[in-house]
Structures are given as structure tokens and as C-alpha cells.
């Protein structure tokens, strides 16, 4: 078999060596921290559009990326090279999950049912490889964007012409979803949004987009497709508003349309960052809310008002992110990593594809490292319990219990003077705990 990658299998090597290379420095894959392997906290994916089908053009240029398979020009011949290519890849990185669009896999034809056999015969391609390598899909999807038939989106378009291609669409995806043994069915409506409210009927976007997702689960039901049905926030780009904003937003348009006992939600960190958010933030109102589903691994640039999917390198926003993953348990009932990113257009070497994920294995492992670290140490949870300590007795639990009435609150507070209320609160130390937590990183990750 043709050999695409020419680099070595990335093993641990642990961090005695400053200089990055072809190994894990933070991510030994089946080293057991809190009670787990790595490989299982972690779950690690590769995205096959990123990975693979991703040219690194941006919004001032043209593509720059080699790839080993680009010699294969016969549109059908390049999507079977990169099967080949994919799968080694995963092979030397050391990964077990991956993830992937219908359009990432396979060139469209002349109708749908062209379209379909040519998805299906890459499909066969993949299963043949899942059975001999013991490759799993944390999750697919459908595109439903990228086409100029999408220009006004696929569930919210205001033609039902166009409604019907999508349902039609994602149909077949859904059976690909089974066939390959998808843990997750992710929906991320790229174009469902919309440009003006002059000339958009919101509501009945937010209507058709919402039958659309019930047939979608009633059809994986009807056919035995098991997974955990994942809604995907961003809040913008490409169009100017998209329906699902934020977590927030989406969790309240789930349960709106009652989708929030089969859908959970699949976040990403860039997408955290366009909606003014932290990432850290977004699984938190995921998690509380029980609707933490999956995670996309990247991050965006402060400098830069676009979703620009950076491998993540950052310490500190890895550790915050693991740290709310530590708190739920897990990333989610089948969730997992999706390095839904891509290397910078000047990082146009094959062998950069390597190390952007070593970069993201190891910023996520690490993140995963700290964290148990501050949990096992009741660090965080002990600050947090202190400060809420007094609905723990009396009159706050009293408040918490309902027992508390507008008349009894008055009656506590009216004659107290002016410096019971200065007594009552307390310096949070805030920027103590932010020292902290540095020295959490930096001595966990020394060590």
C-alpha cells in the first residue's frame, strides 16, 4: 500500500525535552488519571474537512496546502486516495475517533441519486478499513452550506423546494450515521440564520428548522440509528444572525420546540468567542443545564473577527475547558474531542497536519492534567462552597427552601444599620485565584 505520510507513529515521550517534535508530551493515551485513561477522559477525533479537504485559502488568497494525495486528479480517484491517506493517519496518530460532513467524503453529481452513490461507495471504503482497524465515528453530519442551493439556508430556506432537498439529503446521511456506527449525529445550520429581518418571517424559520430536527430523530428511530442528537451555536458567520446564537439561546430554542429530551448540544470554542463568551462559559451553561453533548477542539484569535479555527494552544483556556469536563463526569454521555481546525496557510506542509494535532492532543491533555489536580485538591469547589455558604443555614436556607416570604425578608433587613450590609459580604480574592491556578499549571505540567 502506497505510503501518504512520512512521518513516524506518535507515541508519549514525556516532557524532558523543551523542543517539539513527533511525540505527546502531556498525552500518554492509556495512562489511568482520575479513575479514567486518557484515551477516555480525551476521546480524541479528527475532523475529515479540516484535515483533509481544507485548501487553507482565506478571505485574500488561495489555497497553499501539499497533500500527498493531490496527484490523484479524477475527482472519484481523490476521494478513494484520501481514504487511504485518512486512515493512516489516524493509525500514526493515535487516535480513535473521527468525524465528518457527507460532502467532506465524496464529489457531487448530477442529481441526489448520483450524489448518493458516490457518497456510498467512499462509505463502503470506510466501513472495510472500521473493521480492520477498529475506527470509530465520534460523529457525521450533513452539509447543508456549502451549495449555492443552501444561499438561503437548508431548513430555514424560504422555498420548499429547498426544504425538501435537505430533508432528503440528510435522510441518506442519517443511514450513513448507522452504517458507520456514528456515537453522535451533529447539526450545525451554517446558513440557518438570516441576512435581514426586513424581508424574514422569524418565526416561521425557527418553526421549519425545528420539524426539520423531529424528523430527523423520528427518522433515526424508524431505521435504529441510536446516537446522541447534537445542536452545534455559533452565532454568526456566514450569515449575520444564526438562529442557534449561543448555548443559552439554543438550549432555550430546544425547549421551546420540545427537542431538549433528544438533542443535547456540541460546542466549540471559536464559536464560544464570536458569541463574546468564553469556552469555559459555554460548557458550563451546557453542563448545568444536563445538555453537555460533545465538544469541537480549537480556538480563535483575539486579533482576528473571524472564525479562524486554530489548532488550540492555549494552557489556561484548556485547563478551564477540562476543568467543567471534570465537573460533569465526562465530556458527555458519548462525547468527545473534535479537532474541528485546520494549520495556519503558511503552515502548507503535509507534516504540519501532524503537528497541529500534537499541539491540540497536548494542550488538551494537559488542560485534562491540571484539573484533576484542582478537583482532587477541592481547590475550586471549596472556594465556591465557602462563598455560598450562608443559604447553607438560617436565613438562606430559609430563601432556598421557599419558606422565605417578601414580608419576613423585609422584616429581617428594615431596622439593621448600614454596616451590617458592610459585614455581610466579602472580598472574593479573585485575582489570588487566578495566581493559583497559574501555579497549578505550571507545577502539574513541570513535574
Same mark, same amino acid.
Given at each position: 500500500?502506497?505510503?501518504?505520510?512520512?512521518?513516524?507513529?506518535?507515541?508519549?515521550?514525556?516532557?524532558?525535552?523543551?523542543?517539539?517534535?513527533?511525540?505527546?508530551?502531556?498525552?500518554?493515551?492509556?495512562?489511568?488519571?482520575?479513575?479514567?485513561?486518557?484515551?477516555?477522559?480525551?476521546?480524541?477525533?479528527?475532523?475529515?474537512?479540516?484535515?483533509?479537504?481544507?485548501?487553507l485559502?482565506?478571505?485574500?488568497?488561495?489555497?497553499?496546502?501539499?497533500?500527498?494525495y493531490?496527484?490523484?486528479t479524477?475527482?472519484m480517484?481523490?476521494?478513494?486516495?484520501?481514504v487511504?491517506?485518512?486512515?493512516?493517519?489516524?493509525?500514526?496518530?493515535?487516535?480513535?475517533?473521527?468525524?465528518?460532513?457527507?460532502?467532506?467524503?465524496?464529489p457531487?453529481?448530477n442529481t441526489?441519486?448520483?450524489?448518493?452513490?458516490?457518497?456510498?461507495?467512499?462509505?463502503?471504503?470506510?466501513?472495510?478499513?472500521?473493521?480492520?482497524?477498529?475506527?470509530?465515528v465520534?460523529?457525521?453530519?450533513?452539509?447543508?452550506?456549502?451549495?449555492?442551493?443552501?444561499?438561503?439556508?437548508?431548513?430555514?430556506?424560504?422555498?420548499?423546494?429547498?426544504?425538501?432537498?435537505?430533508?432528503?439529503?440528510?435522510?441518506?446521511?442519517?443511514?450513513?450515521?448507522?452504517?458507520?456506527?456514528?456515537?453522535?449525529?451533529?447539526?450545525?445550520?451554517?446558513?440557518?440564520?438570516?441576512?435581514?429581518?426586513?424581508?424574514?418571517?422569524?418565526?416561521?424559520?425557527?418553526?421549519?428548522?425545528?420539524?426539520l430536527?423531529?424528523?430527523a430523530?423520528?427518522?433515526?428511530?424508524?431505521?435504529?440509528?441510536?446516537?446522541?442528537?447534537?445542536l452545534?451555536?455559533?452565532?454568526?458567520?456566514?450569515?449575520?444572525?444564526?438562529?442557534?446564537?449561543?448555548?443559552?439561546t439554543?438550549?432555550?430554542?430546544?425547549?421551546?420546540?420540545?427537542?431538549?429530551?433528544?438533542?443535547?448540544?456540541?460546542?466549540e470554542?471559536?464559536?464560544?468567542?464570536l458569541?463574546?463568551?468564553?469556552?469555559?462559559?459555554?460548557?458550563?451553561?451546557?453542563?448545568?443545564?444536563?445538555?453537555?453533548? !460533545? /465538544?469541537?477542539?480549537?480556538?480563535? $484569535? =483575539?486579533?482576528?473577527?473571524?472564525? &479562524? +479555527?486554530?489548532?488550540? #494552544?492555549?494552557?489556561y *483556556?484548556?485547563?478551564?475547558?477540562?476543568?467543567?469536563?471534570?465537573?460533569?463526569?465526562?465530556i458527555?454521555?458519548?462525547?468527545?474531542?473534535?479537532?474541528?481546525s485546520?494549520?495556519?496557510?503558511?503552515?502548507?506542509?503535509?507534516?504540519?497536519?501532524?503537528?497541529?494535532?500534537?499541539v491540540g492532543?497536548?494542550?488538551f491533555?494537559?488542560?485534562?492534567?491540571?484539573?484533576?489536580?484542582?478537583?482532587?485538591?477541592?481547590?475550586?469547589?471549596?472556594?465556591?462552597?465557602?462563598?455560598?455558604?450562608?443559604?447553607?443555614?438560617?436565613?438562606?436556607?430559609d430563601?432556598?427552601?421557599?419558606?422565605?416570604?417578601?414580608q !419576613? /425578608?423585609?422584616?429581617y433587613?428594615l $431596622? =439593621?444599620?448600614?454596616?451590617?450590609? &458592610? +459585614?455581610?459580604?466579602? #472580598?472574593?480574592?479573585? *485575582?489570588?485565584?487566578?495566581?493559583?491556578?497559574?501555579?497549578?499549571?505550571?507545577?502539574?505540567?513541570?513535574?
Amino acid at each position: 500500500m502506497t505510503e501518504f505520510w512520512h512521518v513516524p507513529e506518535i507515541k508519549y515521550v514525556g516532557n524532558h525535552d523543551l523542543k517539539s517534535g513527533f511525540g505527546f508530551h502531556y498525552y500518554n493515551p492509556d495512562e489511568v488519571i482520575g479513575g479514567k485513561k486518557m484515551r477516555d477522559w480525551l476521546r480524541f477525533a479528527v475532523a475529515y474537512w479540516h484535515t483533509f479537504d481544507q485548501r487553507l485559502v482565506d478571505p485574500f488568497g488561495d489555497g497553499t496546502a501539499q497533500r500527498p494525495y493531490d496527484k490523484y486528479t479524477d475527482p472519484m480517484d481523490n476521494a478513494l486516495a484520501k481514504v487511504d491517506a485518512a486512515f493512516e493517519f489516524y493509525q500514526k496518530l493515535g487516535v480513535d475517533f473521527l468525524c465528518f460532513h457527507d460532502r467532506d467524503l465524496a464529489p457531487e453529481g448530477n442529481t441526489l441519486r448520483e450524489t448518493n452513490k458516490n457518497l456510498d461507495k467512499i462509505v463502503d471504503k470506510i466501513v472495510a478499513y472500521q473493521k480492520t482497524t477498529g475506527m470509530k465515528v465520534l460523529w457525521n453530519t450533513a452539509n447543508m452550506f456549502t451549495n449555492p442551493r443552501f444561499v438561503e439556508g437548508a431548513g430555514t430556506a424560504p422555498y420548499a423546494d429547498i426544504f425538501a432537498y435537505s430533508a432528503a439529503q440528510l435522510k441518506h446521511s442519517l443511514e450513513i450515521g448507522k452504517r458507520v456506527g456514528s456515537e453522535n449525529y451533529v447539526f450545525w445550520g451554517g446558513r440557518e440564520g438570516y441576512e435581514s429581518l426586513w424581508n424574514t418571517d422569524l418565526k416561521r424559520e425557527q418553526d421549519h428548522a425545528a420539524k426539520l430536527f423531529h424528523m430527523a430523530k423520528d427518522y433515526a428511530n424508524e431505521i435504529g440509528f441510536d446516537a446522541q442528537m447534537l445542536l452545534e451555536p455559533k452565532p454568526k458567520e456566514p450569515t449575520t444572525h444564526q438562529y442557534d446564537f449561543d448555548a443559552a439561546t439554543t438550549i432555550a430554542f430546544m425547549k421551546e420546540y420540545g427537542l431538549d429530551k433528544d438533542f443535547k448540544l456540541n460546542l466549540e470554542g471559536n464559536h464560544a468567542n464570536l458569541a463574546g463568551h468564553t469556552y469555559q462559559h459555554e460548557i458550563r451553561v451546557a453542563r448545568t443545564a444536563g445538555l453537555l453533548g !460533545s /465538544l469541537d477542539a480549537n480556538q480563535g $484569535d =483575539k486579533l482576528i473577527g473571524w472564525d &479562524i +479555527d486554530e489548532y488550540p #494552544s492555549n494552557l489556561y *483556556e484548556t485547563t478551564a475547558a477540562m476543568y467543567e469536563v471534570v465537573q460533569n463526569g465526562s465530556i458527555g454521555p458519548r462525547g468527545g474531542l473534535n479537532f474541528d481546525s485546520k494549520p495556519r496557510r503558511s503552515s502548507f506542509a503535509p507534516e504540519d497536519l501532524f503537528y497541529g494535532h500534537i499541539v491540540g492532543m497536548d494542550s488538551f491533555a494537559a488542560g485534562l492534567r491540571v484539573a484533576l489536580r484542582m478537583k482532587e485538591d477541592h481547590y475550586l469547589d471549596d472556594i465556591v462552597e465557602k462563598r455560598y455558604s450562608s443559604f447553607d443555614s438560617g436565613l438562606g436556607a430559609d430563601i432556598e427552601s421557599g419558606k422565605a416570604t417578601m414580608q !419576613s /425578608l423585609e422584616d429581617y433587613s428594615l $431596622d =439593621k444599620p448600614q454596616s451590617h450590609w &458592610i +459585614d455581610a459580604t466579602h #472580598s472574593d480574592h479573585l *485575582e489570588q485565584i487566578k495566581d493559583t491556578i497559574n501555579h497549578y499549571i505550571v507545577d502539574t505540567l513541570g513535574k
